[in-house]
Every structure is written in structure tokens, then in C-alpha cells.
């Protein structure tokens, strides 16, 4: 299926290519939030991503998946885009939730405060719980997007949990909630 | 409430990219290709540079081949009549 979209973009087919972003806008999208924490900026990393894809799909040698091109370039950009707005770190980031507020208020109170923890966290540590618990990638699929080794990517996601696990527990006792 | 009920809302984090980001990728992706050569680029620079460019090679080539048959001509003249020879003077 990867192989025929890839074919039917190469010969101008544009829906195509809408097919594609609506497979992987998803992804992009919730990397660059991890990353960035930040709508806008995410929204913009979405657009980049896609115009690069559409400018390379003819370079693509098939040697990756298509899904890890995707993922590679994604984090990447967003990472780029981190490090040219690092000075404005934890600015807007933003109560996202509260954009899009739920009815339950209890489910929201939770979304609220591990949106809070997130937030605190170093962006390495970020960016692999958001691969892995928020995206569900596996292992493998980590390591070849971070170009890393699979014993880092545990290893790191170890040293991520402990990191989100004591920032938690920090802010509910801040809270008063523990 | 515990570090891990947070840790388990993680995936809840998960967001869906707003609408509106396909259409500016889609105006952003028209633009550029409007902005690549469109066909009226031909018509109006392309051909014509290309005519005024083929036109300069043909009069250099002329210019060229021209001069060369003058100068075999001069060549070729200059040995027929051998003005270097003083036979003429004395039989005068």
C-alpha cells in the first residue's frame, strides 16, 4: 500500500498525497506537541513536514520505510524548531487541555496535570514518552527514528519514567492531591 | 491520586491535528508550483531567448567561415600571382 501511494504521488496523483498526510498528520502532529508543547508552533512543524515530504518523495530510495522517513523527519523539525524557540521554553505551554476542555471534569483534572508533569520534563525525556506511551511505538521503531541503539531506548525511557514519576509526585504534593 | 494514574493519562495526551493545516499545505504546495515555471515563462522568455541565441551562433558561424574562405582566397591569390619574385622588374 506504502509502495503504491509513494508511486501514485511520484506521478503527480495530489490525492495521493492528501491520503498520506491524513495517515501520518496524526503522528507528526502529536510529536511536535510533545516536543514543543506548544499548538502553534506544532501546527507549523506539521506544514513543514509535509512540504518537505512533498519536495523529497522523489528522492525517497525505499531503503526505510516510508513511516520511518516520516517519523525522522518529524522529529527532526520539531527538534529544530525546539532549539530556535528554546528561550520561550514553558511560555505557552500552554495548558493545552484547557483548549480543548472535556465534560468530565475529574478525566480533565488528570489530563490537566500530566499535561503539567510533561511540561517539566527535560525535552529528550519528552520526546520518548511521547513515542512511546502517547504514540505507542515500538522499541525498534524508536531506535531507528532516533537513530540510537534499542538498549538506549530502554534505557532512556527508564531514566524518562523515573523523571516523570518524581515530578509527579512533586506536584501533587505541591497540590495537595498525594 | 498517584505519580502512576498520571503516568497512565499519557496516552490521553494524544491530540488531533486541527483541520485547517491540510489547506495551507495545499495552498502553500499550488503556490510554489505556480511559482516554478509557469508555461507563459516559455512562451514569452524561453522561445524567444532561445531564437535570439541560435540566431548569434549561425552570424558567428558565418563570420567565421566567411573570413576563412577570404583568407585561402588572399592565400591562394598571392601564390598565383608570386609578387615576391623580381622576374618582372628586370624584363621591364
Known amino acids: 500500500m506504502e509502495r503504491e501511494l509513494i508511486d501514485q504521488i511520484r506521478g503527480g496523483n495530489f490525492q495521493a498525497f492528501e491520503k498520506l498526510y491524513h ?156 | 491520586m498517584k505519580p502512576e494514574d498520571l503516568y497512565r493519562h499519557l496516552p490521553d495526551l494524544k491530540a488531533d491535528p486541527p483541520r485547517h493545516i491540510w489547506r495551507s499545505i495545499e495552498q502553500e504546495i499550488l503556490k510554489r508550483q505556480e511559482r516554478r515555471f509557469p508555461p507563459v515563462f516559455y512562451l514569452k522568455w524561453a522561445i524567444p531567448f532561445s531564437a535570439a541565441l541560435l540566431m548569434a551562433l549561425f552570424v558567428c558561424c558565418q563570420t567565421y567561415f566567411t573570413s576563412q574562405q577570404e583568407i585561402t582566397t588572399y592565400y591562394a591569390l598571392v601564390e598565383a600571382f608570386d609578387f615576391s619574385s623580381t622576374d618582372l622588374v628586370f624584363d621591364m
Open chain 1, 23 to 178: 495517515l501520518y498528520a496524526g503522528f507528526v502532529y502529536n510529536v511536535a506537541l510533545g516536543i514543543l508543547r506548544n499548538a502553534e508552533d506544532s501546527e507549523e512543524v506539521v506544514q513543514e513536514v509535509f512540504l518537505i515530504l512533498y519536495r523529497k518523495i522523489n528522492s525517497f530510495l525505499r531503503k526505510s520505510s516510508l513511516r520511518t522517513f516520516i517519523y525522522r523527519i518529524a522529529v527532526n523539525q520539531a527538534i529544530n524548531l525546539y532549539r530556535k524557540r528554546s528561550h520561550r521554553t514553558n511560555c505557552s505551554s500552554v495548558s493545552l487541555t484547557s483548549q480543548h476542555k472535556e465534560a468530565d471534569s475529574e478525566y480533565s483534572e488528570y489530563k490537566e496535570l500530566t499535561e503539567a508533569v510533561l511540561n517539566q520534563l527535560p525535552v529528550e525525556h519528552r520526546l520518548i514518552l511521547t513515542l512511546r506511551e502517547i504514540e505507542g511505538l515500538s522499541y525498534e521503531d524508536i531506535s531507528k527514528i532516533l537513530k540510537i541503539p534499542i538498549g538506549t531506548v530502554k534505557s532512556r525511557l527508564k531514566r524518562a519514567r523515573e523523571s516523570f514519576m518524581l515530578k509527579a509526585r512533586e506536584l501533587l504534593e505541591q497540590e495537595g492531591l498525594l
